[in-house]
C-alpha cells in the first residue's frame, strides 16, 4: 500500500510481526547459503553465543591448569575440555547445512572432527585410569557422570559410524541408517548437555576446590551460553517433531 508521498507503506500486521521477532532469529532459522563457505557455519546466528561459551570453559580449564606445576593428572582435564571443544565444533559447523552437497561435505568434516574428539576423550580417560592405580574410584558425583558420559561417547560415535558408512552391512539398508539420523542427533544434544554437567561437577572434586579453584558460577555461565547457542539452532523437523 502506498501513502500520499507515493512510498510504499507496510501492512502493521507485518511490522508487528517483525518486531515480534526474536532478535537473533527463530529457532533453527540458521541456513548455509548456497554459495558460503562451510567455515562460516561455526559462527552464524547463534553459534557465536555457543563458540563464547564454550571458549570460556575451556580457558578457566588451561588457565587454572597451566598455572599450577603440570603433573600426570593434569593432561586429564586439558585432554576432556579440548574433546568438548571439538565437540560443540562438530555440531556447529553441521546444524546449518542444507543442500546435499552442503550435507554430505557437512557430515564428512563432522565425522573427523568428532573422530579426534572420541579420540581425545579416550586419552583422558585412560590418563585418570593410570593416574588412579590402585585408589579408589567413582567415590565423587564427576567420577560416576564422567564413566556414564564415557561409554555413551562410545555409544554414539559407534551408532553414527554404523547408520552413515555402514548402514547396508549392519541394518540392512541405507534406508534403514537414514531413519536413525534423527535418533543420532537427538541422542547427540543430550549427550552435550551430560557432558557440560559434568564439567560443572568437576569444580566440586577435591582437586578444584584445593588447588585449581576454577569457579562453578562461570563454569555454569559457560554452559548455558552454549545450549543457548547450539539449542537455537535445532532444527525440529531434523528430529523428527
Known sequence: MASATGIPQEHPQTIEAREDEPLLGGPGDVVQKEDAYIIYNLFTGTASLAQFGIWII?????????????????????????????????????????????????????????????????????????????????????????????????????????????????????????????YHRLSGYVLLLLELATVSAATRTTFNLTVLSIPLWAVVVGAVLVISGVGARVKKHKLGL
Open 58 to 182: 575451556a580457558i578457566l580449564v588451561w588457565a587454572g591448569i597451566f598455572s599450577h606445576p603440570l603433573i600426570l593428572f593434569s593432561a586429564h582435564p586439558l585432554l576432556n575440555s579440548s574433546a568438548l571443544l571439538l565437540q560443540v565444533q562438530a555440531a556447529l559447523i553441521l546444524q546449518p547445512t542444507a543442500t546435499p552437497q552442503q550435507k554430505l561435505k557437512g557430515a564428512r568434516i563432522h565425522y573427523i572432527i568428532q573422530a579426534t574428539s572420541v579420540a581425545t576423550f579416550i586419552a583422558g580417560f585412560i590418563v585418570i585410569e593410570v593416574n588412579k592405580g590402585s585408589h579408589a574410584r567413582f567415590t565423587s558425583p564427576h567420577g560416576v557422570m564422567g564413566l556414564i558420559t564415557y561409554i555413551l561417547i562410545i555409544i554414539q560415535a559407534t551408532g553414527g559410524v554404523i547408520q552413515y558408512f555402514i548402514p547396508v552391512k549392519v541394518l540392512g539398508s541405507v534406508d534403514n541408517g537414514k531413519k536413525l539420523y534423527k
